[in-house]
């Protein structure tokens, strides 16, 4: 199954630990699957001034799938 829309997942961003909902899974171009992730807490990037809400990762980058 490729399709995470709506489940909870937990995942590893560019070495951050996040969990959250999938909002949006998608093939994406080469034929890698990104699923788009609501983030239950958001996630201060160092480089960004901005509180981070939303990521995006592949299907390599998550860990754990949850109902």
């Given at each position: 199954m490729w399709n995470y829309e709506g489940?909870?997942?937990?995942?590893?961003?560019?070495?951050?630990?996040?969990?959250g909902v999938v909002n949006l899974s998608r093939v994406a171009f080469g034929g890698d699957i990104k699923?788009?992730?609501?983030?239950?807490?958001q996630l201060q990037l160092p480089w960004r001034n901005e509180l981070t809400?939303?990521?995006?990762?592949?299907m390599k980058e998550?860990?754990?799938v949850m109902s």
């Amino acid at each position: 199954m490729w399709n995470y829309e709506g489940l909870r997942v937990s995942g590893d961003y560019l070495g951050f630990p996040v969990t959250g909902v999938v909002n949006l899974s998608r093939v994406a171009f080469g034929g890698d699957i990104k699923h788009t992730v609501v983030l239950d807490e958001q996630l201060q990037l160092p480089w960004r001034n901005e509180l981070t809400d939303c990521v995006i990762l592949s299907m390599k980058e998550i860990t754990r799938v949850m109902s």
